[in-house]
């Protein structure tokens, strides 16, 4: 059996989270992040008939039956998580009850997965139906996007045409946009129903006054489209109070999506 401290994807969580905390996005123990693995990969490290304990989900995930994740355990600092990874981590299987995670390895100071688990499963859930590929569901609090959203609408296509003017690579990294909640009670059912919801149109959704979930097949395509929507928004912050002299004009929106061949949101633009 190899050292499960070595395997790629706990590596990957390591520097994802030590990244995350650099660009001073979670603080404290905001953010947390799930990584569907392949069974196969997860039995060259871990005993996987070996189960630690249980802990209830709080909801049916029945669609996801045996599969296994890596996720950031709840009231973990991100900036611990490279110090000390059994603890800050752990690696579930939804078991054949669908309500109950199979803990295979991780927390071991007796903790528990994300609070946020419903909105990273039921958003799992939606997008494996759009793309089988899917494999992260990542949240974080990146500075400049709650900054956007005391002073912008929420509304999901007011926000995204926004931030795709921002930059001319936006429309390019994610022309399906960005959907946009309400402020809400965090940690709940009805959250993770809300940001599912949303995921059925967009890998990206932010919680107004709270943060950012982004979806991807692999740890990068998820950081990237934040990373992407957090610059943007950096931009429209440091521009907020200033004459708009240039802009890109929707035509060019539409003239960039097209030459890239994209399926973008058209009644996204104002053509
Ligand atoms: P957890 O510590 O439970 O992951 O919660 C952090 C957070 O960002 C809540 O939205
Ligand atoms: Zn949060």
Same mark, same amino acid.
């Given at each position: 059996m190899k050292d499960i401290l070595s395997a790629p994807f706990v590596k990957e969580m390591q520097s994802v989270c030590s990244n995350m905390y650099r660009q001073g996005w979670?603080?404290?123990?905001g953010g947390n992040i799930s990584y569907m693995l392949d069974e196969t990969e997860v039995a060259e490290y871990l005993? !996987?008939?070996?189960? !630690?304990r249980t802990i209830p989900i709080g909801f049916n995930a029945s669609e996801l039956i045996g599969k296994i994740f890596i996720v950031t355990g709840t009231g973990k600092y991100f900036k611990n998580v490279e110090y000390d990874l059994e603890t800050n981590l752990g690696i579930i299987r939804i078991a054949e009850d669908g309500t109950t995670a199979e803990l295979l390895w991780g927390y071991r100071d007796g903790g528990r997965f994300t609070s946020e688990l419903p909105a990273h499963l039921m958003s799992h859930i939606v997008r494996l139906k759009h793309d089988p590929n899917n494999r992260v569901i990542m949240h974080t609090h990146p500075t400049y996007t709650l900054a956007m959203t005391h002073i912008h609408e929420l509304d999901d296509k007011k926000f995204t045409h926004t931030i795709w003017e921002m930059c001319t690579e936006c429309i390019v990294v994610f022309p399906d946009g960005i959907g946009v909640l309400p402020w809400m009670v965090c940690g709940n059912n009805e959250i993770g129903e809300a940001t599912a919801k949303k995921m059925e149109e967009f890998r990206l959704v932010v919680w107004a006054l709270h943060g950012i979930y982004g979806a991807g097949k692999n740890i990068d395509e998820a950081f990237g489209l934040i990373e992407t929507v957090e610059k943007a928004a950096k931009l429209y912050m440091l521009i907020a109070q200033m004459p708009h002299i240039n802009t890109i004009l929707d035509t060019e929106l539409k003239a960039v999506a097209e030459s890239f061949g994209l399926n973008y949101r058209k009644d996204f633009l104002n053509l």
């Open positions: 979670d603080e404290r123990n005993d !996987i008939n070996k189960v !630690i």
